[in-house]
């Protein structure tokens, strides 16, 4: 039934790496609206390439805080052109590209309380921010303030059983003490610390929003069982963090309505309540509506792989995370750097630059390449740390090069065992009724849903939205309203449409692939010690 034109709607936002985008459902959980900014091109004045900057060391990689400011502003302006009605948005909630920290110079929440409706968000913050550009979650710049912070609590280990990860270059933590150590000064005019999800919350909010526990997960500060900072983390990264980072909340905590900035400018209700913002793995697991049992796999820039889990055992490979969407359970996450890319680096020199291209190599090469097999590592990757390309023939022999139709198979059949096979590292396994759950922007592609269905050798579903993470920020903004009389997430978001099937495996696949997965892993390892040399 289609729901009343003047009905509530729900809005989710997403700052991703590359764009930000936004979709709002009705009470019927159905999509009304979608819209996006993409930062290259709508805001060249930025000069990003891929959302970021990557600094001359190829390790710093940053992206300009006002360039996310200003996207908001010209989100919202192309939706009101497109005569989407704000006043209709009873709740709000969003997320961001994990771990990026923003830094709030002294007085700027002054100025957050007081946004004046005729000027943009870009033009009145300005003067906020103490660091204009802000490191992201493709930085690996801060490999001593890891090595400083695992020593400090007592190993890579203990901070993996405190905080749900051993010290990972990218998360907040390193970053923050990175900066307080070589720009001490700007950490001193820095008033507060947002993730990137906390900061965009701010400026609905017109005044700090918290951490919320889920996306906090991956900062190596909070303690993901007490979800409390954790004291020994703090004091060993940066002082007063404390009064800097603010409580951290439930991620399904109404934290306050639009500010009024919101209301006169855009038209929103002033009852509009705002849900605390996450990380984009997190929402794009309640996009996905995840149950026991499911893998999801996300191929936007980064391809993250990850799993419902309810007990946790954090290991040195992987991230544990507290559950966006129930208090008690938690989510099991990896992180690979070298996702979309690279895909488009190699659709670029073997394809022409033509996804049609690319998909037709998938299609006219066999399962398992015929033992070719290839590890494409562009810049240092996280999961496993390794840099460089290594290309191997059926005979276990490195080669320099290989056929574009067959580097294509290489590349793709590559990156999926090596999601496997880390997932079962970290306790995955295939079981009967195990669905693959695609999401992000190459999951748009049924050639590659092709591959990860025969390298899983299970079925591929997708929703949809390609991006589940703006969906799973609408159905949180949804829940959170709802979850004040008590009713579970999986209450609220019950009449989702269902993810569609897309790929089911070669009936050969599991035979190829088996096998291929044991040579996969020993192959990586003979690259890791050629990494490191
Ligand atoms: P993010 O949220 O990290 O900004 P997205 O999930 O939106 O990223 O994914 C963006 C990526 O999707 C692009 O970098 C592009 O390589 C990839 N993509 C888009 N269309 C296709 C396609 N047809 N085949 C493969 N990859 C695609
Ligand atoms: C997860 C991670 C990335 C970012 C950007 O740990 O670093 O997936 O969230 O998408």
């Known amino acids: ?82 005569g989407f009605d704000f006043s209709r948005v009873r709740a709000l909630s969003g997320s961001g590209q994990q771990h990026g920290a923003v830094f ?59 905080t749900g990860s051993r010290a990972y270059e990218r998360f907040t933590g390193n970053q923050i003490a990175k900066l307080c150590q070589s720009r001490t000064e700007v950490y001193r005019d820095t008033e507060r610390i947002s993730l ?29 069982r007490t979800r409390s900072w954790s004291k020994v983390c703090l004091e060993a990264t ?3 963090l404390d009064c800097l980072l603010g409580s951290p909340l439930p991620s399904s905590s109404v934290q306050g309505p639009v500010s009024s900035y919101f209301v006169r400018r855009h038209g929103f209700s002033e009852s509009c309540a705002v849900l605390s ?21 996300s191929l936007g820039t980064s391809d993250t792989v990850f799993l419902w889990i309810q007990q946790p055992r954090p290991a040195l490979e992987g991230h544990i995370f507290c559950n966006p969407v129930d208090r008690q359970a938690y989510m099991a996450l990896l992180c690979f750097k070298n996702g979309s890319l690279t895909r488009e680096r190699i659709r670029n020199e073997c394809a022409g630059g033509s996804w049609e291209t690319f998909s037709a190599a998938l299609r006219d090469t066999p399962l398992g390449n015929n033992g070719n097999v290839g590890f494409y590592f562009d810049t240092v990757e996280i999961t496993p740390s390794a840099v460089g390309v ?12 290989l056929s574009p139709q067959v580097e294509v198979r290489a590349l793709v059949e590559g990156q999926f065992l090596s999601r496997r096979l880390h997932a079962e590292r970290l306790g995955y396994s295939i079981i009967p009724g195990t669905r693959v759950l695609a999401t992000g922007g190459a999951s748009s592609n049924k050639e590659i849903l092709q591959v990860l269905s025969d390298v899983f050798n299970a079925p591929v579903y997708t929703i949809d939205l390609s991006n589940s993470t703006c969906l799973g920020s609408a159905y949180r903004a949804l829940h959170g309203l709802a979850a004040e009389s008590g009713a579970s997430f999986f209450d609220v978001v019950k009449n989702a449409p269902e993810p569609q099937l897309v790929a089911t495996p070669h009936p050969a696949a599991q035979q190829v692939y088996d096998h291929m997965l044991e040579r996969y892993a020993r192959l990586e390892d003979s690259v890791l010690r050629k990494s490191c040399t």
């Open 104 to 162: 709030w110079r002294r007085g700027a929440s002054q100025t957050l309380n007081q946004l004046h409706p005729d000027q943009s968000l870009h033009q009145l913050l300005q003067g906020s921010f103490s660091v204009a550009d802000s490191p992201v979650w493709m930085d690996s710049s801060s490999t001593q303030q890891c090595h400083d912070l695992q020593a400090a609590v007592g190993g890579a280990l203990k901070l993996a059983e405190i």
């Open 1 to 82: 039934m289609a729901a009343a034109p003047d009905s509530p709607l729900y809005l989710g936002l997403d700052f991703s790496t590359q764009q930000l985008k936004a979709a709002a459902i009705d009470g019927n959980l159905r999509v009304v609206h979608q819209d996006s900014v993409q930062f290259d091109c709508e805001l060249p004045e930025f000069r990003t390439q891929g959302g970021v900057h990557i600094q001359e060391d190829k390790l710093t990689v940053t992206s300009p805080v006002l360039m996310w400011v200003k996207a908001l502003d010209l989100l919202l302006d192309k939706m009101k052109r497109a």
């Open 238 to 240: 940066a002082p007063h």
């Open 277 to 297: 913002f996450t990380g984009d793995n997190p929402a794009s697991l309640a996009g996905m509506r995840l149950q026991q049992g499911d893998i999801a796999v």
């Open 390 to 401: 290594y290309r191997f023939d059926s005979e276990d022999s490195e080669v320099s090069s």
């Open 196 to 224: 990137i999800s906390s900061f965009a919350a701010s400026l609905f909010l017109g005044g700090y929003a918290a951490i919320d526990f889920s996306d906090g997960s991956g900062m190596n500060l909070l303690d993901i």
